[in-house]
């Protein structure tokens, strides 16, 4: 399994950014997630999707903001960022295969997200 996350770039506070990661492997059958690590912090979980995206969770932080989404079809995980906020600066990263414990055992390389006041 492999995953190609892009979509990160610098927006100003208060504006939008699409997420998207890209799968390849036998994906379809696991959840999706997003993370995230802003400097000098741990990682920190941001949302997922079930296989079919019926079951969707989010950190209170992100939640009435981002959307979690996928496209079975195209093996693609999306993350809508509405909203943005300074404190929603980091790179983010996806992840494949939730385990217990809402650990994830595949992961992608992660993509900047700049938010400025």
């Known amino acids: 399994v492999q995953l190609q996350a892009s979509g990160g770039g610098l927006m100003p506070a208060g504006g939008s950014l699409r997420l998207s990661c890209a799968a390849s492997?036998?994906?379809?059958?696991?959840?999706l997630g997003w993370f995230r690590q802003a400097p000098g912090k741990e990682r920190e979980f941001v949302a997922d999707?079930?296989?079919?995206?019926?079951?969707?969770s989010y950190a209170d932080s992100v939640k009435g903001r981002f959307t979690i989404s996928r496209d079975i079809a195209k093996n693609t995980v999306y993350l809508q960022m509405n909203n943005l906020r300074p404190e929603d600066t980091a790179v983010y990263f996806c992840?494949?295969?939730?385990?217990?414990?809402?650990?994830?055992?595949?992961w992608g390389q992660g993509t900047l997200v700049t938010v400025s006041s």
């Open positions: 992840a494949a295969q939730k385990l217990p414990q809402g650990r994830f055992r595949y």
């Open positions: 492997g036998r994906t379809s059958s696991y959840t």
């Open positions: 999707a079930s296989w079919s995206a019926t079951i969707t």
